[in-house]
DNA sequence: ACAATACATAAGCACAAACTTATGTGATTC
DNA sequence: GAATCACATAAGTTTGTGCTTATGTATTGT
C-alpha cells in the first residue's frame, strides 16, 4: 500500500535525514553523501525507498540524477493526519504553527 | 529519539489498525482484539510500542486497561509536517481537506 | 574505442523487529 | 482465599531491514 510505504520510509533515520536535506535544495546522490558516513549503494538503495513512497523524485541530467521532494508523499501524510483532526485541538500550539504557515 | 518512536510505530500496519479503532472511540485491549487475529501478547507489545511513541493512552479501569489517542503523538507528527511546508502548494487537493477541517 | 564517472542492482550477512509459548501480576468474583 | 479474568513481561524463533562487497549500466571524456 501507498501509506504503508511512506510510513515505512519514514521510519528509517537516515532517509529522514537524506529527505531533509533534500527539502533544503534538491541534490544529486553524490552530493547527498557529502558528510554523511555511508557507502554509495546504500544511499542508492535509500533513495529507491523513498522513490517508490513518492517522498523524493529523480531526474535524470546527463550521468547525474538530481533529486528533489516530491510533494505527493507530503500530501498523502497531510491526508492521513486530517483523518485524524479531531483529536488535534488538544495540542494548540503546534496546531498553531501549522495553520499559521498556511494563511499565505 | 521521539520523533523515531512515532515513526517506526505507525510503520507497522497491523498497529495503523490499532491506531485507526482507537481514533473510533477508545477501548481496551481486549475489544482491539476483535476480528483481527492477533494473539494477546502480540497485541499488548503492539500497544506497548504505540504508548512509547505517545500515540495512545492508557488508563486503568479496574481490570481492563482502557486506550485512548494521544494528541501528543499525533501534534508531533504536525510539527514534523510543518517543517516542509514549502513543498505543500503542488497538492491543492489535499490542503484544501485540511484548511476545511480546521476552518471551523 | 576505451577509460572514467555516477549511479543501480544482486547476493549475502548481521541485526532488529514481530511473532510465538510460557509465565507473571494485579484486580475481581465466588 | 482460590479461581478467574485482563493484561504485561520473558525467552526463543522467524522474518524483515539495512548494510556490505561485487558487478552491471548509462553517460561523458579522450
Known amino acids: 500500500m501507498m501509506e504503508h510505504d511512506i510510513f515505512r520510509a519514514l521510519a528509517d533515520p537516515t532517509r529522514r535525514t537524506i529527505f531533509e536535506k533534500l527539502a533544503n535544495g534538491s541534490m544529486n546522490a553524490s552530493a547527498l553523501r557529502q558528510g554523511m558516513d555511508i557507502s554509495q549503494p546504500a544511499m542508492s538503495q535509500h533513495l529507491a525507498v523513498l522513490r517508490e513512497a513518492r517522498l523524493v523524485r529523480e531526474q535524470r541530467e546527463g550521468r547525474f540524477v538530481n533529486y528533489q521532494v516530491d510533494p505527493d508523499g507530503l500530501a498523502l501524510i497531510a491526508e492521513w493526519l486530517a483523518k485524524y483532526r479531531a483529536y488535534w485541538p488538544t495540542r ?4 498553531k504553527l501549522l495553520l499559521k504557515d498556511m494563511d499565505q
Open 92 to 95: 494548540i500550539d503546534a496546531l
